[in-house]
């Protein structure tokens, strides 16, 4: 898996998390994933390019299709 590739599924898997946590919010802002990866902008675009994040006020949120991709992806 490729740099970018591993960047996203990283991204994903927090914004899944914070999703399971708190349901009906679940938002975490773009300064909260920069410490997860170096810099998060390409692969916070891509995702929300594919449907599977929407972004608002700087905030990202886990979409239901996100949600199905990622666990779909840790049952493979």
């Known amino acids: 898996m490729n740099e970018n590739a591993k960047n996203r599924a990283i991204l ?3 914004l899944y998390e914070a999703r399971e946590t708190y349901p009906s919010k679940g938002w975490k802002f773009e300064h ?5 990866v170096a810099e998060p902008a390409f692969p916070l675009e891509i995702l929300k390019e594919q449907g599977y994040i929407e972004a608002r006020n700087q905030g990202y949120r886990i979409t239901a ?3 199905l991709a990622f666990e779909a992806a840790e049952q493979a």
């Open 12 to 14: 994903l898997q927090a």
């Open 32 to 36: 909260e994933l920069r410490g997860l």
């Open 65 to 67: 299709k996100g949600v």
